[in-house]
């Protein structure tokens, strides 16, 4: 609950507040004495009388708003890092349960093991974010409807979780990569922008894209600054994006290297990795890693910060005084009886 | 019993003490270690077109099904005690896509409502809601986290296309291997469904016409002790709590129908998991501070409403 700026992490205790002025009400410490006209007008003992209550009050008041558990919000500062924000965009599809990298067509059949492009991806990616401290990082849901799954955020501990979910299953029938570049687009809407910014694919295949869908995506990439990275990651070793003489016929016009034209034609910051086997996509990564550190603004939470102890030193304080008091008068009261 | 006023001088001289004694404990004892029990839930929303049906209800307002699953699970994270973890799974045609790990629950709260946030019906990769078979793969995929969680499906428990008793999936794990809680939504009565299009958009209902009324299977035999004829009600939801309760038994989790408090629900994953000791740094100020605040107040309780103090 929030009440004057901080945050209480037991506001029911509030409630026992009205309890802080029994002290003004109260007689039990009081000399029943034969007539009242009898004591004299004693400033000074006023004064010291209303000082025992605004004691008293202040100590049983400290104790309940420190029983409350205030704390100051998590507070977001900003400093300057050096890093990237980075869209992830990871292939769900189910040609990413195949084997990674196979140099053979007939591995191409163990589905979903360890080896599978799937795991290959998350491991890598893995390392790549753990690596980056001062990285912001979100992921979109590529399926046949993309959804911003998860927001820009600097939890690795939740990018991680989400890129190991990706993992886990089998991959989805359909995806629709359009929608996913648009989607991933739209992340930075709204965004201050703070320094670089990338959307990292990482897929095993491409896709046609409409002419409406191209237009589209490389007006809203220009127009968000973004730069696109592109992990291939090929099914079979020899083949390429860029065409080359020795072309399998196989190749020639196939989704992946449509798209890698289009990616090159429409005037934004864009690298292909075409990670072949593992020391390829590792190198990758590393290569991304080298590239992508540019001084941007990070923002950085802070836990929130418990104000009890200051509530328990007022405590203190005020306890210290009436204990001394007290005894005071016990040791007077005693000396008086004897 | 009434206090001579020099006793009075006296226990209130020594409550003095003992409270100063107390607020110092309360600012200076060391943190001591305790073990709390911690458990890792991966929630399964379902977020089939039967979800969007209007008969839950959030503070008093008619919510649909998903809606209400958001908002429950949200403030179940809420109850959860810090320490313990929170996935994330949505369920649509016929199986769960796990979509975050657990991550630990405070720390994360802020992304794991993000993400929570984002479930729409237009997620959904398929049409059909095949209830059964998504609880078996989000236990098939449960025992590959690690460590294992326990699984908290949300559903209405609509089987579309329909499901003939006899004719249940088989399920090829061992009941009660995975633990898990069948959280019911829905309610009694029997509404239409919104029918959602290409784009994830709500277009009308599904119409009587448009479903299928009985399992594929059983409409294939010809004996009639399977197929018997009943009425053509499949184009119409409400919670399916005998269906649930029996794939609960089949698969050994327990089954909670609309909850009302997210705090029973903790209990309810708490009593199935295999907790995890943790140990968190405990601090005793509070107990200190209380004890102290309740002696000072003992001096200050006004008795003489009740007995002549005076003497």
New interface residues.
């Given amino acids: 609950m929030n009440l004057l700026g901080l945050e209480w992490f037991n506001p029911g205790f509030l409630l026992l507040l009205p ?1 802080a002025i ?2 003004w ?8 004495v034969a007539w009242v006209n009898l004591v004299p007008i004693d400033p000074l003992s006023r004064f010291f009388n209303i000082g025992l209550k605004v004691l ?1 009050t202040g ?2 008041a400290a ?2 708003l ?2 409350a ?1 205030p704390s100051l919000p998590e507070q977001k500062i900003e400093r300057i890092g050096e890093g990237a924000e980075i869209v992830l965009l990871l292939d769900r599809s189910r040609s990413m349960d195949d084997p990674f990298a196979v140099k053979h067509q007939a591995a191409v059949v163990s589905v979903g093991g360890d080896d599978s492009k799937r795991n290959v991806a998350r491991e890598y990616l893995t390392e790549f974010v753990r690596n980056r401290p001062d990285d912001r990082f979100g992921f979109v ?1 590529f ?3 993309s ?5 820009l ?1 600097y ?1 690795k ?2 990018v991680l ?2 890129i ?2 990706n993992a ?3 991959g ?3 995806t629709n990569m359009a929608e996913a570049l648009l989607s991933s687009a739209e992340m930075f809407e709204g965004q201050a922008y703070r320094g670089s910014r990338i959307v990292l694919l990482v897929s095993d295949g491409g896709q046609l894209l409409s002419d409406e869908a191209k237009e589209q995506i490389s007006r809203l990439y220009k127009e968000m600054n973004l730069s696109i990275y592109w992990i291939y990651l090929k099914s079979n070793q020899a083949m390429t994006l860029e065409e080359s003489e020795e072309d399998s016929l196989l190749w020639v016009d196939i989704p992946e290297r449509k798209l890698h034209n289009f990616f090159k034609s429409i005037g934004v910051p864009y690298r292909v990795f075409e990670a072949g086997s593992l020391e390829a996509f590792a190198e990758a990564l590393a290569e991304i890693d080298r590239q992508h550190y540019q001084t941007l603004i990070v923002e950085e939470t802070l836990p929130h910060e418990p104000k ?2 200051a509530l ?2 007022l ?2 304080l005020a ?2 005084l ?2 001394a008091s ?2 005071y ?2 040791w007077g ?2 000396k008086a ?1 004897e | 019993m009434r206090l001579s ?2 006793k ?3 226990l ?2 020594i409550i ?2 003992v ?2 004694l107390l ?2 404990a ?2 200076w004892m060391p943190h001591i270690q305790r073990d709390v029990k911690i458990m890792d839930a991966l929630f399964v929303i379902d977020i089939t077109d039967s979800m969007n049906v209007q008969d839950a209800t959030v503070n008093g307002e008619t919510v649909s099904r998903l809606d209400w699953a958001k908002e429950f699970t949200r403030r179940t994270f809420l109850d959860m005690p810090c320490g313990a973890h929170a ?1 994330l ?1 949505i369920f649509s045609e016929a ?10 629950v405070c ?2 709260y ?3 409502t ?2 929570l946030n ?1 479930f ?1 019906p ?2 959904a ?1 398929a049409r059909s809601s095949e209830v059964s078979k998504a609880v078996y ?1 989000a236990i ?2 449960a025992k ?2 690690e460590p294992e969680p326990t699984i908290v499906f949300v559903t209405d428990g609509h089987e579309s296309p329909p499901l003939h008793e006899s004719l249940f999936p088989k399920f090829d794990g061992k009941p009660g291997e995975i633990h898990g809680v069948i959280v019911g939504v829905g309610g009694e009565d029997l509404l239409p469904i919104p029918k959602t299009n290409e ?2 958009e709500i277009e009308g209902v599904w119409g009587v016409n448009d479903v299928m009324h009985q399992d594929v299977y059983a409409s294939l035999r010809s004996d009639t002790t399977t197929n018997v004829p009943k009425a053509r009600t499949e184009h119409l939801s409400s919670q399916k709590k005998s269906h649930l309760q029996t794939l609960a038994d089949r698969v050994g989790f327990e089954y909670v129908s609309s909850p009302t408090k997210p705090g029973k629900l903790v209990d309810a994953i708490r009593k199935v998991s295999e907790t995890r000791p943790q140990t968190i740094d405990y601090d005793l ?2 107990w200190f ?2 004890i ?2 309740a002696l ?2 003992l ?6 409403w009740f007995i002549r ?3």
Avoid: C
């Avoid at chain 1, 959804?147 to 927001?151: D, R």
């Avoid at chain 2, 001096?299 to 003489?304: D, I, S």
């Fill in positions: 309890l029994l002290p009400f109260n007689h039990n410490l009081d000399k029943t008293s100590v049983i104790l309940i420190a029983l558990g849901f399926s046949t409807k959804v911003n799954l998860l927001p955020t939890d501990e939740v979780a989400t190991n979910a886990l299953g089998k989805l029938s359909d009890t102890d328990l030193w405590a203190l306890v210290l009436l204990a007290h005894v008068t016990f009261v005693k009886h | 006023y020099q009075r001088i006296t209130t001289a003095m003490v409270a100063l607020v110092m309360a600012l996935g799974a199986r769960s896509l796990i979509l975050m790990n657990p991550v630990e720390n994360s802020h992304d794991l993000q993400m984002q729409d237009h997620m990769w793969t098939r995929q590959e986290i784009q994830g100020y509070a501070s209380a102290a605040l000072i107040l001096v200050y309780l006004p008795y003489g103090t005076d003497d």
